[in-house]
């Protein structure tokens, strides 16, 4: 008991000895460098300076981002119409479609297109009506073949690399 005592005086002294500052470590001094505060930097001058010869400033304009349109040819800023941007936006009038998807809408889950995909997309079916017809030479290649089995291996390849041919 008499220990317990003792320990108890003891931490009421030191929590009395302990103090609290009011004032900041820093003293009122902050570090402004670190705040990225763009094109706000110069003296009345140096911006005037920006404005005549944006080249040659003193403190170089920051663009945030944004690409110039032009060129600077002898001193003089030349617009470049290949560079500027054309925002093109189609006619939407009398479209069904609305600009959101459902949340309730079902997740698509479709299968990687094969060579088999694709064969019995484009081949199978002729090839079972001729074999039903009685439309196979002895060797079974069709007597009648369509525009899409007269094609050697190049033509063939040319087509499948031809833009949009991955569109069915």
């Not at 300076?49 to 663009?63: E, F, G, S, T, Y």
């Not at 003089?76 to 479609?97: A, H, R, S």
């Not at 959101?100 to 002729?126: G, H």
């Amino acid at each position: 008991m008499q220990n317990c005592k003792q320990i108890l005086n003891t931490l009421t002294t030191i929590s009395c000895r302990r103090s609290i500052s009011t004032t900041s470590p820093l003293e009122g001094k902050r570090n402004f460098r670190k705040f990225l505060v763009y094109n706000k930097r110069g003296t009345r001058v140096v911006k005037e300076a920006q404005r005549k010869n944006p080249l040659d400033a003193p403190v170089p304009i920051h663009k945030r981002g944004v690409r110039d349109t032009g060129v600077y040819v002898n001193g003089k800023y030349v617009e470049i119409p290949e560079k500027i941007p054309e925002l093109i936006v189609p006619d939407l009038e009398g479209c069904k479609l609305r600009p959101y998807v459902s949340y309730k809408a079902p997740d698509v889950i479709q299968s990687e297109f094969t060579s088999l995909d694709l064969f019995n997309a484009v081949y199978s079916k002729k090839i079972i009506d001729d074999f039903k017809e009685g439309k196979l030479k002895e060797d079974l290649s069709p007597v009648e073949p369509s525009e899409n089995e007269m094609l050697n291996a190049e033509e063939a390849l040319l087509r499948a690399r031809k833009t949009g041919s991955d569109i069915f």
